[in-house]
Structures are given as C-alpha cells and as structure tokens.
C-alpha cells in the first residue's frame, strides 16, 4: 500500500520470479551426481523449509516496473525486498519472520533471518547461496531463528565462495553454535555427496562493538554504517561471555540510492542522525494497544507481572507518531513499514490508523509493506 507517493515497487510472485530469477540449476538440482543430489535436495527440504508467510493483495501501484533479474549488468540498480515483515517471535498467518533482501547490481545482502527466510528467498527469485553477506540487527529469536536452514540449504547448494555474518556482540557465537547443531546432518551428507567442503570453511560469523555511528563494512558497492540504537536502553544488559548485547540500525548507502533499516528500536536521536536524507527508510513498526491488551490479560490469567515487558514495548519500539517524528526528522524520502508487531492472534492491521499516526509529522510517501514486496 503507497501513501503520498507512487514510488516503483511491484510484488513478486512465485512463479514470475523464479521464471526472472531463479539459476537453472534452482529447477534441475545441483549436478555432480543428480540422483543424489536431487534425493538430498528432498531429503534437506522435507527438514528445513517450513511454510512461509501467505502472500496478500498485489500492491496497487499500476506504474511499478518489474525489478531487474538478479546479476543484472547495471551496477547502480538496486531493490529492497521484504521476505518477512512479522514482528515479535510468534507465527503469523500472513507474514513471516523479520527479514530483509537488498541486491545491489549483481550482489545481495541480507538483513536478519527469521524463520521461513531460505523459502522466502526462493519464493522471490534468489538462491540463498547468492547471498554476500548477513548482517543481524540483533539477536531476538524471531530476527534469527531461520539462520540453521539458511546455513545447510546455502551450503548444499554449493555456494562457490565463503559468506561472512556480521551484528552484534554474539553473532560470532550463534554462527558457531548453529554451525555445530548441523553438525550431524552435515557428516551424513559429506558421506553420501563428496566434494562438499566443511560448513566451517562456508561460514563465520564476526561481531561488531558499536555504540556512535561508524563504517563497519565496504566491498566497493555498498558502504554500511551502524548505531546502537535504544531497542535494549531500559535493560540491564549482564556482560556475557561474548559482552554486552546490543542493537544495531544499519545504513546501506551506494550508488544513486542510501536506505536505512531501523531494526528494532525505539525513539532514538542516533538512529534519526543515521537516517538523515536517506532515500529509504524500512521501519518496524508495533500495535501497542493490542501488544498491552495482551500482556494485561496474560497477567490476569497468570498473576505474573508484565510492566517490564510492557516498559519495553512502549519505549523501545516504534508507534506510528513515532515513526512520523522520526522520518520528518531525518528529511527521509520515503518509509517503508515493516516488522509488524502486532499480539499473539492478532494478523490484521489497521491501515487508516497508521498511516494518521505518521500523518501527524510526516507527509512524505509511507509503504505499508508485505511479505515479498519489492522497492
């Protein structure tokens, strides 16, 4: 949904996009042996790729041109493409777990990996093993729980190069601990398919201490800057084995084109200084009224208290005013909205609703965002 703008975006349909986008090899099975390839294909699926997020009402933008196939020539082309927009660890009917695709030219990166990503990734045209690097905003399940399929269908695939994982204080840690869960399943495969490299060659994650804004990453197409945000400022957060755990926004800038992902976050002059004059803005965004309908009830039926949990969800998240303040702010051009952060139970949203709420402070075009939406 576009409000205020016409901005070029189009929804991406299975088959459209895996005719666009997909490798051969995506519709043959990797060769090497392809009877075996093909019944280990089966095999990792019937394990790995759980339902996804159902696809909604195709955005209504009739102008919205088709995005370029993936390893397009043109090196300034660029899409923003949202795998899953549902907020807080809890299976949805419509959405799946937060994760965010940009492809820059021949290049893509992803942004979190919530559950049901590597189908995602399918479902819009790219292979996991097309990947460049991750980058985890933070490590709340529901931003990391896809990671153990994206790793073994990636490594199965055959990627030709390794990728590296970068976020916060842990990513390190989750990368190796979810590198030696596959462990098993990863001996088995080694014996039926040779050549395949061990999953530590594939992969290694890296953590990044941030807390002012700073480059953390360049390769000569993107140039990405993060900030802790305030996602985690009314925690005490206990120094851990791999530190303190923080929350990053992250700002990708490149050619012809910067965009902003807030990750989780509430309020923050740090993450408006990130944003100043982006192109795009992807926000979360939460339902606080029904989010605290929920934890009240949860606390009557249990007589557990909730204001912790509820101290975190009205601060360290983002309303629609909030949004709004922020994007006015930060001069952005356009807000996209993701991370829908609606109760337990709860799948519709109140459109009119939010887009009031932003309406409040900013004026410019706001994208209401869905599973598989391109920009």
Known sequence: MDAGGSGSRRRLHEKDACAAHCPQSLHRGVSM??????????????????????????????????APAAGSPASATSRIVLLGTGG????RIGRSQPATLLQVGTRAYLIDVGEGTPRQMVRAGVKPSAVDAVFFTHLHLDHTAGLMGFLALDWTDRRQKPVEIYGPPGTQSLVHDTL????????????QIPGLPEMASVFSGHDWEV???????????ITVRAVENSHYSTMQMPRT????????????DMPGRSVVITGDTGPSRAVEELARGADVLVSELIDLDSVIASLQARKAATGVDQQPLIDHMEKEHLTPENIGRLAAAAGV?????THFGTAPGVEAIDRDAIIAGIRKHYQGPVD????????
């Open 180 to 191: 030696q869960a596959l462990k098993t399943g990863e001996v088995i495969y080694r014996l």
């Open 368 to 375: 209401l965002g869905e599973d598989l939406a391109a920009y």
């Open 333 to 337: 051009k356009r807000v996209v909205l």
């Open 33 to 66: 042996n392809s009877n075996i390839s093909r019944l280990a294909g089966l095999i990792l699926a019937s394990v790995f790729m759980i339902p996804g997020g159902a696809l909604a009402a195709q955005a209504a933008d009739s102008r919205a041109k088709p």
């Open 88 to 91: 807080g660890p809890i299976a």
């Open 211 to 221: 807390t002012t804004a700073r480059e953390v990453y360049r390769d000569g197409t």
């Open 241 to 252: 084995d791999h530190g303190i755990d923080r929350a990053y926004s992250y700002r990708f």
